[in-house]
């Protein structure tokens, strides 16, 4: 059963970076057939897609973040990790984790995990 | 790319049977067989509920079934209990976007 789970800093100053890692346990961030996203949803607000990254380290992003992310892995630690740059107060969120297994044709986000909130303030 | 449109909130008594509709456009929902729904409780990680329109996921109840009709996905709960009383978000595959949410539908149980 595969874990996932969110950490890093929980405030973060405006125009910096925001940084988030996800490790996951029972399962390797390699194992074919899988990749990687990132979703956040902002205090009542709804769920908003910011990418994903393959095992081979190929990334695609949300259009309109794009110029912002940037979400990559490290096998040593089993991780992956989101990079959000010159944040603002609309970027406070709660930011997931997530797999998905796209190897039998299929497209979901299958397993998540809790989330983290960022606040964005000064 | 815009949100797909769900009801802000739905409601049923215990054991009713509640259904919340998904409707998209013919550059997602209308045309791509990728359409999913997640279960959101606080303080509890989402849960899938249902992929590729239609299929279940091992361990979730056969209560959660959904369906698509042209750009409209709709997701049913039968047999209401209190702890589907949660949030509820489809999704599609868009093209160059692979996941586009719904707005998001509140299930409350009576």
């Known amino acids: 059963q595969v874990q996932l789970q969110e950490s890093g800093p929980g405030l973060v100053k405006p125009s910096q970076t925001l940084s988030l890692t996800c490790t996951v346990s029972?399962?390797?961030?390699?194992?074919?057939?899988?990749?990687w996203s990132w979703v956040r949803q902002p205090a009542g607000g709804g769920l908003e897609w910011i990418g994903r990254?393959?095992?081979?380290?190929?990334?695609s992003y949300n259009p309109s973040l794009n110029s912002r992310v940037t979400i990559s892995l490290d096998t040593s630690k089993n991780q992956f990790s989101l990079r959000l740059s010159s944040v603002t107060a609309a970027d406070t969120a709660v930011y997931y984790c997530?797999?998905?297994?796209?190897?039998?044709?299929?497209?979901?986000?299958?397993?998540w995990g809790q989330g983290a909130l960022v606040s964005v303030s000064s | 790319q815009s949100a797909l449109t769900q009801p802000r909130s739905v409601s049923g008594s215990p054991g009713q049977s509640v259904t919340i509709s998904c409707t998209g456009t013919s550059s997602d929902v209308g045309v791509y067989e990728y359409v999913s729904w997640y279960q959101l409780h606080p303080d509890r990680a989402p849960k899938r509920l249902i992929y590729d329109v239609s299929k279940r996921p091992s361990g979730v109840p056969d209560r959660f079934s959904a369906s698509k009709s042209g750009n409209t996905a709709s997701l049913t709960i039968t047999g209401l209990q209190t702890d589907d009383e949660a949030d509820y978000y489809c999704c599609s595959y868009a093209g160059a976007y692979p996941f586009v949410f719904g707005t998001g539908t509140k299930v409350t149980v009576l």
């Open positions: 990254i393959y095992t081979s380290g190929s990334t």
């Open positions: 997530a797999r998905s297994f796209y190897g039998s044709g299929s497209l979901s986000l299958d397993d």
């Open positions: 029972g399962d390797s961030v390699t194992s074919g057939g899988y990749f």
